[in-house]
């Protein structure tokens, strides 16, 4: 339904869902009602725009690294009350953003979108866990993202069996794309800079669309030269035969096609 090529970089890549999602939606008044991506789109700021702009479920896992290694608490052993806007750690004290008051409020929100919560430091001297949460430090800090609160909507759609059914359509998109590279032969592109690469791909994306809805069309046994996706694969390669060929490696294009089955990468 869409394309939209990108360098081979992976943050560009993430970000041209919002460029596909929005055109399409523009174009056509088609939004999808869930994404399903891997962890490279759980990063707190798409699931911030997901969930909070576009109300889109976001049926991907959530990119973390809160978790520690190093047998010290990790921040999901910090309970949040929303309410009072504090976490409360293992022994029972609160971390807060703003322990005073300021004659101009502050947001506290870094660069980074996060606001610092910290805990006392009268709290922590005292307390009989701290080699457990903070043996380096003379308080503890716990980070929370701006779009916290979608990131734990990801969480909490990961744990339903719409998530698992989810994932299971995924590998039926992606099987698409190896199809493409594989049988379409678009592992290489031959168009130069990411205008090349976005018709080369539109095309290919069109031939296979053309060819799955030929098959699905014609019963079992019964397909003609004209109907079957010959005729399209043999215009793609007609398209493509331009001398021109590519020396360094060609943009990474993405598609999303369906309001259904949204992915990093969909045809
Ligand atoms: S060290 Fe401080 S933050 Fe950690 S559990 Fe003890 S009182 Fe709470």
């Given at each position: 339904m869409d394309v939209e090529a990108t360098p081979a970089n992976r943050s560009q890549e993430v970000e041209s869902t919002r460029t596909m999602i929005d055109r399409v939606e523009h174009q056509r008044d088609?939004?999808?009602?869930?994404?399903?991506?891997?962890?490279?789109?759980?990063?707190?700021?798409?699931?911030?725009?997901?969930?909070?702009?576009?109300?889109?479920?976001?049926?991907?896992?959530?990119?973390?690294?809160?978790?520690?290694?190093?047998?010290?608490?990790?921040?999901?052993?910090?309970?949040?009350?929303?309410?009072?806007?504090?976490?409360?750690?293992?022994?029972?004290n609160a971390l807060r953003s703003d322990w005073r008051p300021f004659r101009n409020p502050r947001t506290h929100v870094t660069k980074a979108d996060t606001i610092v919560y910290r805990a006392s430091q009268m709290d922590c001297d005292g307390c009989s866990m701290k080699d457990r949460c903070c043996p380096n430090t003379q308080f503890r800090k716990v980070v929370r993202s701006v779009h916290e609160a979608a990131r734990d909507e990801a969480r909490r759609i990961a744990a339903t069996p719409e998530y698992k059914q989810s994932r299971r359509q995924r590998k039926k998109v992606e099987m698409l794309f190896a199809h493409l590279k594989r049988i379409l032969k678009l592992d290489r592109l031959r168009l130069r800079g990411p205008s090349g690469a976005h018709d080369e791909f539109l095309m290919a994306a069109t031939a296979q669309n053309?060819?799955?809805?030929?098959?699905?069309?014609?019963?079992?046994?019964?397909?003609?030269?004209?109907?079957?996706?010959?005729?399209?694969?043999?215009?793609?390669?007609?398209?493509?035969?331009?001398?021109?060929?590519?020396?360094?490696?060609?943009p990474s294009p993405r598609t999303w096609a369906g309001v259904e089955q949204t992915s990093r990468r969909s045809a």
């Open positions: 088609l939004k999808p009602r869930r994404l399903v991506g891997d962890t490279a789109y759980g990063t707190a700021a798409l699931l911030g725009w997901m969930v909070e702009q576009k109300h889109i479920e976001p049926h991907v896992s959530v990119w973390d690294k809160t978790t520690r290694k190093d047998n010290t608490f990790s921040r999901s052993e910090f309970i949040w009350n929303e309410q009072a806007n504090e976490y409360r750690c293992p022994a029972g053309l060819r799955r809805m030929a098959k699905w069309l014609t019963p079992e046994g019964k397909q003609t030269p004209i109907a079957s996706g010959h005729s399209a694969v043999s215009s793609l390669q007609v398209y493509s035969t331009p001398a021109r060929t590519r020396r360094r490696a060609p």
